[in-house]
């Protein structure tokens, strides 16, 4: 499985959304992305690439675009 | 009040680190595990509850059970950040045998994780030796949480 694969199955999964919703989507968008939802799909995305995230790239975690933007820091390329 | 991992702690204490209060506080006392994060808490139900009243035979209502096993999760994490507000994500709660009036629930709970303001853990009721009922819970702490969410 890809890294960008990975990255759309920790949205998918988490907020039971289909991969083609993806593509866009920002917090608060859809229901499911609330605060409680925004931590789930964090620890996702960290069980997914095996990273801790720093506190703030979780702040600016806003959107599905931003998100593979942080991952970079992480030498996580889509 | 300063809490270590073996501090036993009665209703005044423990009202200190949540924010249940009558009639809707249904642990007695609470003690901590040394050096874990469980939590041992008991709960005396006697004829002098609010709910007595309505009921219809000596059972205590399963909601009340279920208040019960939650209240005493919370002291798994909120020994760490007394009087913060708590909100429940999921709670379930299965019962096993019926809770009387005149029992003593014991409960042990048990923190899962705590991480970005969210606790997960587990809480199993016992009437002498028998397990009664057990729950899963996933409780949030706003204060802590939304450090951690995008700001608008």
């Known amino acids: 499985m890809s890294n960008l694969e990975k990255y759309i199955e920790a949205f998918t999964t988490t907020f039971d959304i289909k991969p083609e919703q993806t593509s866009g989507l920002k917090y608060q968008d859809i229901e499911a992305w609330d605060s409680v939802g925004h931590m789930g799909l964090v620890a996702a995305i960290e069980d997914a690439f095996e990273i801790m995230l720093d506190a703030d790239d979780i702040v600016d975690l806003s959107s599905f675009e931003k998100g593979q933007e942080i991952l970079k820091k992480y030498n996580v390329e889509m | ?152």
């Open chain 2, 1 to 152: 009040m300063q809490i270590n991992d073996s501090t036993q702690l009665s209703v005044p204490d423990i009202m200190k680190y949540h924010r249940n209060r009558y009639p809707w506080f249904f642990v007695d006392a609470v003690s901590l595990e040394n050096g874990t994060d469980h939590v041992l808490g008991k709960k005396c139900f006697s004829y002098n509850e609010f709910f007595t009243k309505a009921a219809l035979d000596a059972s205590v209502p399963n909601f009340i059970i279920g208040e019960a096993l939650e209240q005493t999760f919370l002291m798994t994490f909120m020994k760490n950040n007394p009087g913060l507000l708590t909100n429940t994500v999921s709670s379930e709660c299965f019962y096993k045998k019926s809770v009387n009036i005149g029992d003593v629930l014991e409960i042990k709970a048990e923190l899962l994780s705590f991480r970005r303001g969210i606790a997960k853990g587990k809480a199993f009721g016992f009437v002498g030796k028998e397990q009664v009922c057990e729950a899963a819970f996933v409780i949030t702490v706003p204060e802590i949480m939304n450090n951690f969410t995008p700001k608008n």
